[in-house]
């Protein structure tokens, strides 16, 4: 099982960068997935959320109207385009996946860097 995050990097605030997590290994399209980003010290936080079946999404308040959540299956991919970046969301940011079919299975990825700054 795999789950790789590309797309990081050194961005301006306002500028935009666009994540990509590639699965392998498991079901893709059976799991909900999910972005997490987290700074030293902190707790990770969930940023957004995209459900298997129908697509719904789910954004933390803090990101709402600025990123978007979409998936692919037929690639096995999640991305998150992120948009009117800020300083504060300098972060490592995870691909996460999961689902509860009986017993509860999820999955993490390594972690990309994001840094917003001038």
């Known amino acids: 099982v795999q789950l790789v995050e590309s797309g990081g990097g050194l961005v301006q605030p306002g500028g935009s960068l666009r994540l990509s997590c590639a699965a392998s290994?498991?079901?893709?399209?059976?799991?909900?997935m999910s972005w997490y980003r987290q700074t030293p010290g902190k707790e990770r936080e969930l940023v957004a959320t995209i459900t298997s079946a129908s697509g719904s999404t789910n954004y933390a308040d803090s990101v709402k109207g600025r990123f978007t959540i979409s998936r692919d299956n037929a690639k096995n991919t999640v991305y998150l385009q992120m948009n009117s970046l800020k300083p504060e969301d300098t972060a490592v940011y995870y691909c996460?996946?999961?689902?509860?079919?009986?017993?509860?299975?999820?999955?993490w990825g390594q972690g990309t860097q994001v840094t917003v700054s001038s």
């Open positions: 996460h996946a999961f689902r509860r079919i009986g017993v509860y299975s999820d999955y």
């Open positions: 290994g498991f079901t893709f399209s059976s799991y909900h």
